[in-house]
């Protein structure tokens, strides 16, 4: 069993950074491929960055790229996503989860894993 817990929201204005953390326990993360995704009111969770364990395939959604950079530390059982260049649209609550296997999914109903979320509100 893996547990998730997410932090690093917060408020922020248009233009500016965070750098959300996603830090995991009761299980090594090797050997795990995770993921980023985001809620926003009434709309579907969605897909934001997958990166697999060895760090040698990552991918983002089409919203994000240029923008987020998405980072593990398998030593220390985190990952991490950098968000630049905030924009409104970026408000979400933003989850970590995880899944067996070295192949990136964007497809969250093929992940276990989930953490509880931690809210990102960018400000215009």
Not at 14 to 19: K, P, Q
Not at 62 to 68: A, C, E, M, P
Not at 69 to 76: L, V, Y
Request: aromatic share 10%; glycine share 12%.
């Amino acid at each position: 069993q893996v547990q998730l817990v997410e932090s690093g929201g917060g408020l922020v204005q248009a233009g500016g950074s965070l750098r959300l953390s996603c830090a995991a326990s009761g299980r090594s993360l090797n050997s795990y491929a995770m993921g980023w995704f985001r809620q926003a009111p009434g709309m579907a969770r969605e897909f934001v960055a997958g990166i697999n364990w060895n760090r040698d395939s990552i991918r983002y959604g089409d919203s994000v790229k240029g923008r987020f950079t998405i980072s593990r530390d398998n030593a220390n059982n985190t990952v991490h996503l950098q968000m630049n260049s905030l924009k409104s649209e970026d408000t979400a609550v933003y989850y970590c989860a995880a899944r067996y296997g070295s192949t990136i999914i964007m497809v969250r109903s093929l992940y276990p894993y989930w953490g509880q979320g931690t809210q990102v509100t960018v400000s215009s």
